[in-house]
């Protein structure tokens, strides 16, 4: 079992930067494929971006893109989401998820929430206009 812990949420202009940090419990983090998504008031919960067990591949939902960086540290079992340019549109409990991705080989994207295992309990992001 995995538990994750995010951290790094709060208010935010528009403009601004947040950087999102999700800890992982246990020793076989480099198994996981991890993935960040958000929910806002209302609104189903979506994909924002995803890592590939070894950090080495990244894939970004469009309105993300060139604004958020996911990246892991598996040495430290944390995983990252900087967030610059943040728009108010971004404001939703954001929340971070494992896979484990081991019996994939190659760089394989885990967008949908049913492909994940595990959840954090998420952190809320807000950017006032």
């Known amino acids: 079992q995995v538990q994750l812990v995010e951290s790094g949420g709060g208010l935010v202009q528009a403009g601004g930067s947040l950087r999102l940090s999700c800890a992982a419990s246990g020793r076989t983090f480099s198994r996981y494929a991890m993935g960040w998504f958000r929910q806002a008031p209302g609104k189903e919960r979506e994909f924002v971006a995803t890592v590939t067990r070894g950090g080495g591949s990244t894939y970004y939902r469009d309105s993300v893109k060139g604004r958020f960086t996911i990246s892991r540290d598996n040495a430290k079992n944390t995983m990252y989401l900087q967030m610059n340019s943040l728009k108010p549109e971004d404001t939703a409990v954001y929340y971070c998820?494992?896979?484990?991705?081991?019996?994939?080989?190659?760089?394989?994207?885990?967008?949908?929430?049913?492909?994940?295992?595990?959840w954090g309990q998420g952190t809320q992001v807000t950017v006032s206009s």
């Open positions: 998820a494992s896979k484990d991705a081991s019996i994939y080989s190659g760089s394989y994207y885990f967008r949908l929430p049913t492909d994940y295992d595990y």
